[in-house]
C-alpha cells in the first residue's frame, strides 16, 4: 500500500548495471550509425540517376538529404564517444573500488589477528618455551653425569697417565733400529763377462799348499 502511495524507492545502480546499460546504448547508436549509412549511399545513387536524367534540382535535393544524414552520423559518432569514456572511467572506478574493498578486507582480517593474539599471551608463550627449553638442558645434563665407579675418575688423573702411554710409545719408536732396504743386483747384460770385485784375491792351489807344509816340518827339525 505504501510502495503505491509513495512509489517504490530507487535502487542505486551497480557498476555491473552501468556497463550493461552503457553497452545496450552503444549497440543501439551503432545500429542507428548503419541505418544512416544506407541511407547516405541511397541518396548518392538517387543524385547518380537524377543527374543522368538531366534533373538537376533533384540532384541537389538528394545531396542535400545526404549531408543532413551525414550530420546525424558525426553525431552519432561523438555520442559514442562520449559512452566509451563514461565505460572507460566507470571500469577504472570499479577496479579501484573493488581493490579498496579488497584492502579494507586484509586490513580487517589483520586487525581480527592481532586482537586475537595480544601481547600478553605472546609473551607468556614465550616464557613457556624458554622454561621448557630450560628444564630439557638439566635433564640431559642429569642423564650425561657419571653415576657409579666411573663418577670417582679423575680426569687429570686419566689425561696423565694418556701422555705417558703417549711418551713411552714415543721413546720405543726412537729405539728401533733402522731398517737398511735390500739392494736389488741389477741382471748381466748379455754378452758380458761379469767382473769380480777388486778386493777379492785368489784362493790358493793344493800343491801351493804342501809345498808350504814341507817347509815347515824341515824349519821345525
Known sequence: MFNRIFGRPKQEPTPLSTLDKLNETLEMLEKKEGVLQKRIAAEIEKAKEFTRAKNKRAAIQCLKRKRLYEVQVEQLGNFQLRIHDQMI????????????????????????MQKATNIDDV???????????????????????PIGAAADFDEDELEAELEELEGAELEEQLMQPATIAPTTKLPPIPGKQPTQPASQKATPSSAEEDELAALQAEMAL
Open 89 to 112: 572511467m566507470l571500469e577504472g572506478a570499479k577496479a579501484t573500488t573493488e581493490t579498496v574493498d579488497a584492502l579494507r578486507t586484509s586490513a580487517a582480517a589483520m586487525k581480527a
Open 123 to 145: 609473551d607468556k608463550t614465550m616464557d613457556e618455551i624458554n622454561e621448557q627449553t630450560e628444564n630439557m638442558k638439566q635433564i640431559q645434563e642429569a642423564l650425561s653425569t
